[in-house]
């Protein structure tokens, strides 16, 4: 195996996504330089690290990797909507740039796209994706993808459900970690909106699934790829989410006045051909609860244990 085969970039790699992906991909072999305006997180030992916007990044450098991975965006939709013009640039301009770049090399990449997508602002939901976004954040990455898409460029857009779980540099206001953490340090879970659904998507079968499209690179395969690929491990509403979280910690339910965010349901079949195990990939509430206390070094509670066979 050639260098080049073995060599990534990953731009975001100090964040939520790229940290778990830098130590992940460093675990299983691979040659990785990292890419972010934040300094590298503690421990990750990338093979170079270039503190610095993407958008600087010289062209030569670029064709040195088998595969560049963006997950530097705006990621929420308040950031997007405090910093509109900042969000475009980001998360359209630069990135639609980067990727021009990458195919004049002939370099594939994978960025992060949004699940959201796949949303209505009622309870009532919707699995087509809809051109006409009502805030910014959807209309860029929805753009983007069409842009990129008709360009033919070797770009794929992975449109992620709501991040959950553990990483080396965690966010705690997702959904699912923060009804956690509450429950953990406080006794209890808040809820708004408890009638609206939420698809969700695990930190490890994130992981895993990138490190099976990277695979697929080494083995010229890409091409056979959609340009884009929902991933989403569990879906349902916000209410019995939080109700099985507050069961494994032993919390109280707390609720507050519902405020109409959007629903959305995401398909997880494509995620879950790739992990195999049903009994992996479908692992309860209380697993993942469990999954995440043991990677927090929390005390699991007694009640959990008695439960659990």
């Avoid at 009622?122 to 009502?134: G, K, T, V, W």
């Avoid at 708004?192 to 969700?200: A, D, G, H, I, V």
């Avoid at 109700?243 to 707390?254: C, D, K, R, V």
Wanted: aromatic fraction near 12%.
């Amino acid at each position: 195996m050639s260098n080049k085969l073995n060599q990534v970039l990953l731009i975001g790699a100090s964040g939520y996504l790229g940290a778990l992906l830098a130590k992940d991909m460093l675990e299983c072999g691979w040659a990785v330089d990292g890419c972010d305006t934040r300094k590298p997180i503690e421990g990750l030992n990338f093979r170079n690290f270039f503190q610095m916007d993407f958008s600087d990044m010289n062209s030569d450098r670029l064709g040195d990797y088998a595969a560049v991975l963006w997950f530097a965006g705006h990621s929420t939709v308040s950031k997007c909507v405090d910093d509109p013009v900042g969000s475009v640039e980001n998360n359209f301009t630069n990135l639609l740039k980067l990727a021009e770049k990458l195919h004049t090399l002939d370099v594939p990449l994978i960025y992060a796209s949004t699940a959201s997508l796949y949303s209505s602002s009622q309870n009532e939901f919707s699995l087509i994706a809809d051109e006409r976004r009502s805030n910014i954040y959807d209309s860029g990455k929805l753009s983007l993808d069409i842009v990129l898409n008709g360009l033919g460029y070797r770009a794929l857009g992975l449109r992620l459900a709501t991040v959950a779980g553990w990483s080396p540099h965690i966010r705690w206001e997702t959904i699912f970690n923060a009804m956690n953490r509450s429950a953990y340090l406080n006794g209890n879970v808040f809820i708004t909106n408890p009638s609206n659904f939420r698809s969700l998507l695990f930190t490890d079968e994130f992981s895993m699934y990138v490190l099976h499209i990277l695979s697929l690179i080494k083995e010229n395969s890409f091409s056979n790829l959609p340009t884009q690929i929902p991933l989403s491990c569990w879906s349902g509403s916000i209410g019995s989410l939080g109700a099985e979280i507050a069961n494994f910690w032993g919390a109280t339910l707390e609720f507050g006045q519902d405020c109409g965010t959007y629903s959305f349901v995401v398909p997880d079949k494509p995620l879950q051909v790739v992990v195999g195990n049903s009994n992996v990939f479908y692992r309860s509430i209380a697993e993942r609860c469990r999954d995440l206390a043991i990677q927090m070094n929390w005390d699991i509670p007694v009640t959990a244990n008695r439960n659990r066979k």
